[in-house]
């Protein structure tokens, strides 16, 4: 009776956090796009079109190389739970996505492209004794993209590019659970699985013959991960042999994203750009967890998540023939509904602020750096359907996010 009992608790606890949505998306694959805010799908000077345009590629004479890293230094609060205004805080962390781009000029008209990023990460950590640790303790998620493009001139200002991604994430959750009467204490549950998924690519470009404008359009599929991994729970000493655990099996579908953008200049030596980008979150309507061990009930849970957009607007300056300025703004919109934001994803809508610049020396070499903070709107949950005592008392309060990301990218050309 008892392990039936931890077995229902468990179970209702693994589906109860939110493991992908906006905030898990990484966007930022190089420093001089991320300098721009991210308005880059109709830019082609840089070895990143590989990741943002792979059919931009084909105004990259020869071979470019471009390899970099950004940091990320998260910080996020949460105060109540209603009526109460107690903050609690997230426990400091720093992130490292990297990134590198390839392109290499096959022919006259064909060309190839290659990239290795990480375009779904980060997570969040709080204290074990928080008020939310039934929701959330430990979060943290990584992937890894390698793609491969081929783009193809069609005319000398319009082309087209296709590839394919294969991906690498893994996950860990860690959160405790509550023991049924008459026991008293916790279980620390603790669930880490892994898994390589699938994708492709479809891209288009075109240049004014005068260079007066460029207008792009990309899309990225959805990538499904069919995580596979193990559940395992620690608790008092008299529970031995009656905690559940063992090997469990969940697909997560990372969303498609489309991406259109335009870039010219409205005065010499000044490009001016804006991006659109969709992101299609409603792939992921639901969270099901499928059990090895058949004395364990499988599990799924509603996420009814929402399609988001994210518009960008992006400038970069030629100061000389070595230095560049830029600098950019983004709002992201949020796929979260109100009643599902919970500790483990205090997602919420956004704005980015961006500057940087690239240096050339040497005749084929560049450094670019670039500067973003992010502030998330702040937002106040009511009627949450995430439940932080035993009893199904609502985890109703306020969140309040925002980041630093740094971004520094070598590149290399002959």
Do not use: C
Not at 147 to 170: C, H, I, P
């Amino acid at each position: 009776m008892v392990k039936k009992s931890l077995t229902i608790i468990v179970s209702a606890l693994i589906i109860s956090g939110n493991i992908f949505a906006s905030g898990f998306q990484i966007n930022e694959h190089a420093a001089r796009a991320m300098a721009m805010g991210g308005a880059f799908t109709a830019v082609a000077n840089d070895a990143s079109a590989a990741m943002f345009n792979p059919a931009a590629v084909t105004q990259l004479k020869g071979t470019h190389i471009s390899a970099g890293v950004t940091l990320i230094k998260p910080y996020a609060t949460f105060r109540g739970v209603t009526p109460d205004v107690n903050e609690y805080s997230v426990q400091d962390a720093l992130f490292t996505p990297i990134n590198l781009h390839v392109t290499h000029q096959l022919s006259e008209e064909l060309y190839s492209s290659f990239s290795l990023t990480n375009p779904f990460g980060l997570g969040t950590t709080w204290n074990d004794d928080w008020i939310g640790k039934y929701l959330a303790v430990e979060t943290e998620v990584r992937t890894f993209f390698l793609g491969g493009n081929l783009a193809y001139k069609l005319t000398e200002n319009f082309s087209v590019a296709a590839g394919v991604n294969v991906a690498y994430g893994d996950v860990i959750i860690r959160k405790f659970a509550p023991l049924p009467d008459p026991i008293n204490g916790d279980i620390e549950l603790t669930l880490e699985g892994d898994a390589v998924s699938y994708g492709y690519n479809l891209s288009m470009f075109y240049i004014h013959p005068k260079n007066d404008y460029s207008v792009g359009v990309s899309f990225r599929s959805n990538s499904t991960f069919d995580f596979a991994g193990e559940a395992t729970s620690v608790g008092p000493a008299q529970l031995n042999g009656q905690l559940p655990a063992g090997n469990i099996t969940a697909t997560l579908v990372t969303p498609y994203n489309l991406q259109m953008g335009m870039s010219f200049f409205p005065v010499k030596d000044l490009r001016t750009a804006f991006d659109f980008q969709w992101v299609g979150w409603s792939s992921y309507d639901k969270l099901a967890v499928d059990f090895e061990d058949e004395a364990m009930e499988d599990v799924s849970a509603a996420r009814d998540y929402q399609d988001s957009w994210i518009m960008r607007t992006g400038f970069e300056y030629t100061y000389d023939e070595s230095l560049d300025l830029r600098w950019g703004i983004f709002l992201d919109r949020n796929p979260v509904k109100n009643e599902m934001v919970e500790p483990s994803l205090p997602d919420a809508d956004r704005l980015g602020f961006n500057a940087g610049f690239g240096y050339k020396f040497f005749g084929n070499q560049s450094i670019d750096l670039a500067y973003m903070y992010i502030r998330f709107f702040e937002r106040t949950v009511t009627g949450s359907k995430s439940y932080y005592t035993s009893g199904n008392s609502s985890f109703d309060g306020t969140y309040n996010s925002y980041a630093h990301l740094l971004a520094i990218n070598y590149s290399y050309k002959f």
